[in-house]
């Protein structure tokens, strides 16, 4: 039996910090562990937010000798911390910079690690978790054995803790430290105005799409139905129509909202992974055969170019009538 007594976890994000709390405050009641969130050149506003959904401890870092945490400045400080806490579970939010900082905190602690996990808990004395595999089609189960384990944990899957807490709060600053490279700004580009993470309609469109201009038409049916508009992989990576943000998709983003209709999408392994937890699907495409035809609720086999001007209109006829 291991003699580690503390749960730490981190992200980049606060509010992905945030939801790490859920697992947190669990994992840490069940097995026993002081949990520990660490924040790293956080604003105090954000400080002071996360502060109130963390159980135990809560330490504010900061590394003032650089304006931006690459995923290698996060290990190696985190590194620092793990040396001095000697935790038996980390979590991370399951983001692109946090997988990074995962596998080489795991690798430095030589030990499991587990990333885009929709399930954690603690049983009989053994960490288990669930995460997607084949592209979302099943879920896999395993067990993480071992003195200490690393678990990244996927954004929006639990909802952060009520804020109740008053944890302790120690403040750490760490200067002359050696990285591989340094970056010394960083310019933010134009995103969109709307998170699909948190949108309740979606109107996606896919590669049945002939021309950008006839984007109009998809934005139109949006406008009408209040969503916001998404896209498989080809239009946001390959032809640049819409934003990078609004690819969906298993290396786009996850969504589930109340309504996600497919316009113009096969329906591949890689997008039906962001799509899995929506809760009324309904596809558009001209190919019976379509995969996405399988996996939706309610399915139009017809020419998007025909088809959506008529949904449209009847979606604003039965608005009218109201």
Not at 27 to 37: F, G, V
Not at 214 to 221: M, N, R, S, V
């Amino acid at each position: 039996m291991t003699d580690r007594t503390t749960l730490l976890s981190y992200s980049e994000d606060v509010d992905i910090s945030a939801e790490l709390q859920s697992v947190a405050n669990q994992l840490s009641e069940s097995m026993n562990l002081t949990s520990i969130a660490v924040t790293i050149n956080q604003s105090e506003e954000e400080n002071d937010r996360l502060s109130r959904v963390v159980k135990d401890e809560l330490i504010f870092v900061t590394a003032r000798d650089y304006n931006y945490v690459t995923p290698e400045l996060a290990f190696q400080i985190l590194k620092k911390i793990v040396d001095e806490k000697k935790p038996r579970l980390i979590i991370i939010g399951s983001t692109r910079d946090g997988k990074e900082v995962a596998g080489m905190l795991a690798s430095y602690l030589d030990c499991g690690v587990a990333s885009d996990c929709s399930s954690v808990t603690f049983d009989s004395n053994r960490i288990l978790i669930q995460r997607a595999a084949f592209g979302g089609r099943v879920t896999a189960s395993a067990e993480l054995t071992g003195e200490s384990a690393v678990i990244a944990v996927r954004p929006h899957v639990y909802r952060p803790p009520e804020p109740k807490f008053t944890p302790s709060v120690k403040r750490q600053e760490y200067q002359d430290i050696t990285l591989s490279v340094v970056v010394e700004s960083v310019a933010r580009k134009v995103t969109s105005a709307t998170d699909l993470t948190k949108a309740e309609r979606i109107v996606s469109v896919g590669r049945g799409l002939k021309r950008k201009d006839d984007l109009a038409l998809i934005q139109k049916l949006a406008d009408e139905l209040s969503a916001a508009i998404g896209c498989s992989r080809p239009l946001a990576a390959d032809l640049g129509w819409l934003p990078e943000e609004t690819h969906i998709g298993l290396t786009g983003v996850q969504v589930k909202p109340k309504l996600y209709v497919a316009i113009g999408i096969s329906g591949q392994l890689q997008h039906l992974a962001g799509i899995k937890d929506s809760e009324l699907i309904v596809a558009i495409n001209t190919d019976k055969s379509a995969p996405i035809f399988q996996n939706c609720d309610y399915g139009i086999i017809g020419d998007l170019y025909q088809v959506i001007p008529e949904l449209t209109k009847a979606i604003t006829q039965l608005k009218n009538k109201k």
